[in-house]
């Protein structure tokens, strides 16, 4: 059986093979997501006051996964494909900001740097790998590429040292939680592609 | 009385992502009865709520159902006491569902024991996710854990499973109780508690009793290659004083180690006197064994070692074995003896004096030729031959076999009947040997004397030999009469001499002839001297030759041959008359 299968000059392996892959890999980004979150937390601990003000909804809030007890419609693999496809569209460029400006923090943590570019790379090849798995199911059928804009740059930029730490907070927080929507989201897939031998 | 104090939130957990509960510690009542509630607001949201459900979850909590949660949010949540006095609120808890999920510990443990091919035993420990949690929708993925110890252990045994629901459990003991429990965790929640124990008792093994048994032999086994080796050491160590053993360091004889460590060079150099002593004695022990083995040199150095050692007396009783070898000399000496018997035997020196007695008994005999007929002459002359008679036969033995002959004839026992016949014989014969003489007939008298002897013996032979009894020890000297009797018989050696002139004829020179005739002429009487003469005349022949013969001494000798010749003549009638008797022995055996 050859390694991978070639369609439009691009190399793919099997379904379940990439479909194991990905879910591994998710879960990666997961854990090292809530490590960030925890050692900026704790080197910043004065962020607890920034907690006291109004929390910010996340910029892809509204891309929800449906419950697992909803009886209205039955998920289909690709829907949950394709949120977990658009939410990782959604942080591409969040992340690339995240990193080029993160040095600007007064006394950064160099590991909380390291964290963060590694984050930005896993992403970006998870998100290749939730394509490559859509165009195999679709038969390369590619269409509805909206997802929910950042407008955050501004805020980490600011001038005001204090908002910009409530910008980088709020911004390391979201990214962890929208990092368990697309793990749980691939997991679902595999569960129902496999016959729900695995799960 | 006073305000409540601040209350405190305990923890918030959701068991299956979808719901939960939050716990809290109420603060000092401040006397008063005091009232708890709790308010919560979502990101993003101005509006606060209060808690839905304050009993579901027991007091002092507040129970968040499917309706009321959002995973996806983060919930701020307070809880406030009132009294009359006051009111209190607490520090506020942020709370993401999805970091707060603690499941229910996993249910249906099961415990199994099995057994491989090899009869090698396992635990087979198996269980099932919890109930609440949709595990199959992957909505969830848990991972799990076992823990076991025998009974009556104190620390357990903990084993990570992944997501498998099953586990196998090897190397246990046989015999024994183990307690087993397990739990879970979501992949970012909290883990479970422990689920209820289960336990088992593994069974005894066949195996094991094979093990003890190999475990005896293995000890036993050891136990003896130990004992081995420790004998192979203590033997090795034996062997190797056997095998090299100790290399004895040089000593110096009759050297005192100890004097040299006290120090006394003074006894040391006295020691050293000493030992010269030995050494040279040593050396003759040397010699004298060198001495002893070459028996020449014994005998050379006999005289010195005599000289110089004088004390040492062995060694002369060493020279006794060359005595011995002298023995063998004596043998030599026997020999010797040997020798001096020989020349006993040696007749010619026997003969050699008898020859010249005979010169002597001829001058004493001149007296009896000219007295031929007196008898006291014949008795004298009997007197000195009956001296030479113990001697005569003995020698006549080896001499002659003629003289062998005659003594057959004297055993034959007619002795005494020979000498009569002899005495009528030599009168018959004188006068025959006169008439034939005149007549010249030599065949007639040689034909009467062959008659005349076996007539004679068959007409007196037992009364001649009862009368002649006792003068038969006298006839010795008659036998010398007898020779008388020879000379009558020197007629009757006349046929010897024909015979001896037919033998000296071819042989005999012409001087011999003369001298014989000579003889003959002269001894008309004496006719019968003519062949003892031609004898006698060879033996002194033989004799002048031995002598160196001159020429005058020849003569002389010639002269005194005539004169012997006569009495020579007459003993060797005599001999000439055993010599005829001799033939008429040998008739008679014949006849």
Request: glycine content about 4%.
């Amino acid at each position: 059986v050859p390694t991978c299968l070639v369609r439009n000059g691009r190399c793919f392996a099997s379904l379940e093979e990439m479909l194991e892959r990905a879910v591994g890999l998710s879960e990666e980004i997961s854990k090292q997501a809530l490590q960030l979150f925890t050692e900026f937390d704790n080197q910043y601990a004065q962020s607890k006051q920034l907690i006291n003000k109004n929390f910010k909804k996340c910029h892809t809030s509204s891309l929800e996964l449906p419950k697992p007890s909803s009886t209205s419609v039955q998920t289909h693999p690709i829907t949950l494909l394709k949120i977990a496809s658009k939410l990782l569209s959604a942080w591409k460029v969040p992340l690339n900001d995240l990193v080029n400006n993160l040095p600007s923090l007064k006394d950064i943590h160099p590991n909380i740097l390291s964290k963060a570019r590694e984050i930005e790379a896993k992403s970006a090849g998870l998100l290749e790998g939730v394509k490559s798995i859509l165009i195999q199911m679709q038969n390369g059928d590619t269409e509805d590429e909206n997802y929910p804009g950042w407008s955050g740059l501004a805020s980490l930029q600011s001038e005001n040292e204090d908002d910009r730490l409530f910008a980088y907070y709020n911004m390391i927080r979201c990214e962890g939680r929208e990092t368990q929507k697309v793990e749980t989201a691939l997991k679902m897939v595999k569960c129902k592609i496999s016959n729900e031998n695995n799960c | 009385q006073s305000p409540p104090g601040k209350p405190e939130i305990h923890k918030c957990r959701s068991p299956d992502k979808e719901t939960f509960t939050c716990w809290w510690n109420p603060g000092t009542d401040g006397g008063l009865p005091t009232n708890y509630s709790l308010t919560y607001s979502k990101e993003g949201e101005k509006t606060t709520y209060e808690c839905p459900d304050y009993k579901t979850s027991g007091p002092n909590s507040c129970f968040f159902s499917k309706q009321y949660t959002s995973i996806w949010k983060i919930y701020i949540i307070t809880v406030n006491a009132t009294n009359q006095m006051g009111s209190s609120s607490s520090d506020p808890l942020y709370v993401d569902v999805t970091y707060i999920v603690e499941p229910e510990p996993p249910r249906n443990l099961t415990l199994e024991v099995k057994q491989l091919k090899d009869k090698k035993t396992y635990l087979w420990v198996k269980w099932s996710p919890p109930t609440i949690t949709d595990v199959k929708t992957g909505w969830f993925t848990m991972e799990y854990e076992i823990r076991l110890k025998p009974e009556e252990a104190e620390e357990w045994e903990i084993h990570f499973t992944g997501h498998q629901t099953q586990f196998k459990v090897f190397d246990l003991y046989p015999g024994q109780k183990y307690l087993v429990q397990t739990r879970c965790k979501p992949d970012h929640g909290y883990w479970s508690r422990w689920s209820q124990e289960s336990s088992v008792e593994m069974p005894n093994d066949f195996t094991l009793k094979d093990t003890t048994v190999w475990i005896i032999v293995a000890i036993l086994s050891a136990v003896i290659c130990l004992i081995m080796v420790w004998a192979v050491a203590l033997k090795g160590y034996s062997m190797m004083t056997c095998i090299f053993p100790p290399v004895p360091g040089p000593k110096i004889k009759g050297f005192d180690t100890h004097l040299l460590e006290k120090g006394k060079s003074e006894e040391l150099l006295s020691a050293l006197g000493c030992q010269d002593f030995p050494p040279t004695s040593d050396c003759e022990d040397l010699l004298v064994e060198f001495l002893e083995v070459d028996d020449n040199e014994d005998e050379r150095l006999m005289p010195s070692h005599s000289k110089e050692y004088p004390g040492q007396g062995v060694k002369p009783t060493h020279l006794d074995p060359d005595s011995d070898s002298g023995h063998g000399s004596y043998d030599s000496h026997s020999l010797l003896s040997e020798k001096c018997e020989e020349p006993q035997a040696y007749p010619p020196t026997l003969h050699i004096p008898e020859i010249t007695e005979k010169p002597e008994n001829p001058e004493a005999n001149i007296p009896p030729t000219v007295d031929p007929q007196s008898t006291n002459p014949n008795f004298h002359v009997d007197a000195p031959k009956s001296s030479t008679w113990p001697l005569l036969p003995g020698q006549h033995m080896p001499r002659s076999p003629y003289h062998s002959v005659a003594d057959v004839c004297k055993l034959a026992g007619s002795p005494v009947n020979t000498l009569d016949s002899f005495l009528d014989k030599a009168e018959e014969n004188v006068l025959k040997l006169s008439k034939a003489l005149e007549t010249g007939e030599e065949e007639v008298a040689e034909q009467k004397g062959a008659k005349s002897f076996p007539s004679d013996k068959q007409n007196t032979p037992w009364p001649l030999l009862q009368e002649k009894s006792p003068t038969v020890y006298v006839k010795p000297p008659d036998y010398v009469e007898i020779h008388k009797v020879n000379k009558d018989g020197v007629l009757s050696l006349f046929p010897k001499q024909r015979e001896n002139n037919q033998t000296e004829k071819p042989g005999v020179p012409e001087t011999s002839k003369e001298y014989a005739k000579v003889s003959g002429i002269t001894d008309n009487n004496i006719l019968v001297l003519v062949p003892d003469s031609r004898a006698q005349n060879t033996a002194l022949l033989e004799e002048s030759a031995k002598k160196a013969p001159p020429s005058f001494e020849a003569d002389q000798s010639e002269k005194d041959l005539a004169s012997f010749t006569a009495t020579s003549s007459n003993r060797r009638l005599q001999l000439g008359r055993l010599d005829y008797l001799d033939p008429t022995c040998f008739m008679h055996s014949f006849h």
